[in-house]
């Protein structure tokens, strides 16, 4: 059964820390892998990661993918209290035969950034 | 933002009546999607369209269904609300990348 489990479940920092959220999976012919912030409200896109090394980034927010090892990562650098936030990541099989990507989510990283 | 919009987005209920609630987008994505968000689950697939009238289950489809008559219209049916569908529901449309979610749907079985 394919899976995406993240770690921590939850995390309390202070103003100016640096996070590290960590997103794991076992998915049948994997693509790529999605990170996703979620205030109180639907989720909002953050990367997509398709290739095993490459980094990408977003003013303090950065993410890799090592594709031989299974997992992700996503930093948040000199954390703000706007950071607070449940953070999502979802892996993305190969197309399925009737085309439709079926995303796979994890159930998230509360992240609580304290002033 | 993507055209995507959820409508009622909050509703209360009572056990066993039917529910439907509406996913709407302006985008002409191909693929819609429907989530339920529940504390310690995460997001989970109910149902999902590649087209019009073509509609499969995802995960935790049983007590729900759907229909996709236009490309723009993706509706969830609960044809007798119970207590455990109590939920935040999303729907999602997505064409050749990452999905794009509408605001929610806030719904409440009493």
């Known amino acids: 059964e394919d899976k995406v489990v993240q770690s921590p479940l939850s995390l309390v920092v202070h103003e100016g820390d640096t996070v590290t959220l960590n997103c794991s999976y076992e998915?049948?012919?994997?693509?790529?892998l999605l990170w996703y912030k979620q205030e109180k409200k639907a989720p909002t896109f953050l990367f997509m990661l398709?290739?095993?090394?490459i980094e990408k980034k977003s003013g303090r927010l950065s993410s890799i993918l090592d594709k031989k090892e299974l997992f992700s990562i996503l930093n948040i650098t000199a954390t703000q209290t706007g950071d607070s936030a449940v953070y999502l990541c979802?892996?993305?099989?190969?197309?399925?035969?009737?085309?439709?990507?079926?995303?796979?989510f994890g159930t998230g990283t509360r992240l609580k950034v304290l002033a | 933002d993507a055209g995507i919009t959820q409508s009622p987005r909050h509703k209360v209920t009572e056990t066993g009546t039917p529910v439907t609630l509406r996913c709407h987008q302006t985008?002409?994505?191909?693929?819609m999607y429907w989530y339920r968000q529940d504390p310690g689950h995460g997001l989970r697939l109910i149902h999902y369209?590649?087209?019009?009238?073509?509609?499969d289950k995802g995960e935790v489809s049983d007590g729900y269904s759907v229909s996709r008559s236009k490309t723009e219209d993706f509706l969830l049916t609960l044809e007798s609300a119970t207590s455990s569908q109590t939920s935040v529901y999303f729907c999602?449309?997505?064409?050749?990348?990452?999905?794009?979610f509408g605001p929610g749907t806030r719904l409440t079985v009493t």
């Open positions: 999602a449309i997505s064409d050749t990348g990452f999905p794009y």
């Open positions: 998915v049948t012919n994997f693509r790529s």
């Open positions: 398709t290739s095993s090394g």
């Open positions: 979802a892996a993305i099989p190969l197309l399925s035969t009737s085309g439709t990507y079926k995303y796979i």
């Open positions: 985008e002409n994505h191909r693929y």
């Open positions: 369209s590649y087209g019009v009238k073509d509609t």
